[in-house]
């Protein structure tokens, strides 16, 4: 396995509380196919989380 991490696709969305939820059951299910999601506040518009993709 690679140490590099490789962005797949990034994704700008409306503020949700609970997609948080999504991100991790699909950590959960898709780690042994190194994908790896992630998911953080716009730090230029706090009402918007950018949903990240990558390839571990």
């Known amino acids: 396995m690679s140490d590099k991490i490789e962005l797949l ?3 700008k969305i409306k503020k ?3 997609l948080y939820k ?3 059951l699909l950590n959960r299910t898709l780690k ?3 994908l790896m ?3 953080a ?3 230029d518009d706090r009402e918007k989380m950018v949903f990240t993709i990558y390839r571990t």
């Open 37 to 39: 999601f992630g998911l």
């Open 9 to 11: 696709a990034s994704l």
């Open 32 to 34: 042994s196919d190194d």
């Open 41 to 43: 506040l716009d730090p």
């Open 16 to 18: 949700c509380d609970e």
């Open 22 to 24: 999504i991100v991790d």
